[in-house]
């Protein structure tokens, strides 16, 4: 399979632990995205990467938060002391190219704070 | 103005109904568009992308009209599978390329 991968799909945890998400994009795609998305709304931004540079993050993106990109391929997504409005599905999206700014994105994992 | 915005749903129509969705935006620098569907519990995934003033792709079009910053989704005969969220993207305001999406129309095809 050469499309976006997440891993891992599903994740329950309880309030105040520790998470961590991993992102593997389409192989020759530069720019990584990560999205959240809740019941009823589109998909929010979180933060961008070009490469291995983390060029933009969104207000969203709380200090608990933290993404890395270390070698300019596969990404993580953590959550520190997670909260029950964490609980969403947290979207992986990869892009191409210049001249392109087609998004294709991975499964998804679904995170659920209890 | 909200960044993006699209019509509030859902659109339930017969099997072979013409329907359309509008998406209005904001930025006005934009020069890119797309939509995306997506299914229940499932991800997004790239239906159209427009680069000018339109798209078509089989029973689908994509309209851009720049001056009024809208772009509309037209499904022409209706099938049970098109049942989905149609969700309206457009890259945002920050110039990183990324994009801000609607909150999307749900479409309910029925027999």
């Known amino acids: 399979d050469t499309g976006v991968s997440q891993d891992p799909r599903h994740k329950i945890t309880k309030r105040g632990q520790n998470v961590t998400f991993r992102c593997d994009p389409i192989s020759e795609h530069n720019r990584l995205y990560w999205y959240r998305q809740t019941l009823g709304q589109g998909p929010e931004f979180l933060t961008y990467?070009?490469?291995?540079?983390?060029?933009?993050k969104s207000r969203l993106l709380s200090d608990r938060f933290s993404a890395e990109r270390p070698k300019g391929s596969f990404s993580t997504l953590e959550i520190q002391r997670t909260e029950q409005g964490d609980s969403a599905m947290y979207l992986c999206a990869s892009v191409g190219g210049l001249a392109k700014s087609e998004a294709f994105f991975g499964q998804g994992t679904r995170l659920t704070v209890v | 103005r909200k960044e993006v915005e699209q019509d509030p749903g859902p659109f339930n129509v017969p099997e072979g109904a013409t329907v359309a969705f509008n998406c209005t935006y904001s930025n006005s620098a934009s020069q890119s568009f797309f939509w995306y569907r997506q299914d229940c519990r499932k991800e997004p995934k790239l239906l159209m992308s427009v680069y000018s003033s339109g798209n078509e792709d089989g029973r689908f079009t994509a309209q851009l009209n720049r001056a009024s910053q809208y772009i509309s989704l037209l499904i022409r005969d209706s099938k049970l599978s098109d049942s989905a969220t149609y969700l309206c993207?457009?890259?945002?305001?920050?110039?990183?390329?990324?994009?801000?999406f609607g909150k999307g129309t749900m479409l309910l095809v029925s027999p």
């Open positions: 990467f070009q490469n291995e540079a983390q060029l933009e």
């Open positions: 993207a457009v890259p945002s305001n920050s110039g990183y390329s990324t994009l801000t």
